[in-house]
């Protein structure tokens, strides 16, 4: 009596469990670059909302200045600028030293906040010191 020996052959297992890994490799790739290219929009958007902000708010300050030329001081007052505004925060005459004004503007674009101080001659309206701050008080 033979003895037939049964051999199963496994032919393209390997083959098989390389494609499935390939593709679940490019998929995984492709994933995460559609999300890094997803985000990206709104860094970029954050961006230009911060600087529309900053414009905002040096726009108020150049109003403030013009007003103070002709003896207008304005405080807790809202500017609108097309459907923008900016808030001309409080203003300091004669502060730090005397024939200057500080002058304190904030505005907000899309949750990005810009505060700005700007210290101003009063002789020839020219800006002496413009600053970005945290926030608006007496350490900015």
Same mark, same amino acid.
């Not at 923008?84 to 904030?106: A, H, R």
């Given at each position: 009596?033979?003895k037939?020996?049964?051999?199963?052959? @496994?032919? *393209?297992?390997?083959?098989?469990?390389?494609?499935? &890994?390939?593709?679940?490799?490019?998929?995984?790739?492709? &994933?995460t670059? *559609? +999300? %890094?290219?997803?985000? /990206?929009? +709104? !860094?970029?958007?954050? /961006?230009? /909302?911060?600087?529309?902000? #900053?414009?905002?708010?040096?726009?108020?300050?150049?109003?403030?200045?013009?007003?103070s030329? #002709? *003896?207008?001081? #304005?405080? =807790?007052?809202?500017? $609108?600028? !097309? /459907?923008?505004?900016?808030?001309?925060?409080d203003? @300091?005459?004669? #502060?730090?030293?005397?024939e @200057?004004? &500080?002058?304190? &503007? @904030? $505005?907000?674009?899309?949750? $990005? +906040?810009?505060?700005?101080?700007a210290?101003? %001659?009063?002789? !020839?309206? %020219?800006?002496?010191?413009?600053?970005?701050?945290? =926030?608006?008080?007496?350490?900015?």
């Amino acid at each position: 009596m033979k003895k037939v020996l049964l051999v199963k052959k @496994q032919n *393209g297992y390997i083959a098989l469990i390389s494609t499935i &890994t390939l593709s679940f490799l490019i998929v995984s790739i492709v &994933t995460t670059l *559609g +999300f %890094s290219s997803f985000f /990206s929009r +709104f !860094d970029i958007l954050d /961006s230009e /909302s911060k600087e529309k902000s #900053y414009q905002l708010a040096l726009s108020c300050i150049n109003w403030a200045i013009l007003e103070s030329a #002709y *003896g207008n001081y #304005y405080k =807790n007052y809202e500017l $609108s600028i !097309d /459907s923008d505004s900016c808030v001309i925060k409080d203003y @300091q005459i004669n #502060y730090p030293v005397s024939e @200057q004004i &500080t002058l304190f &503007t @904030q $505005s907000v674009v899309n949750k $990005s +906040f810009t505060n700005l101080k700007a210290v101003v %001659s009063l002789e !020839d309206f %020219s800006v002496i010191l413009l600053k970005e701050c945290a =926030n608006i008080d007496e350490s900015c």
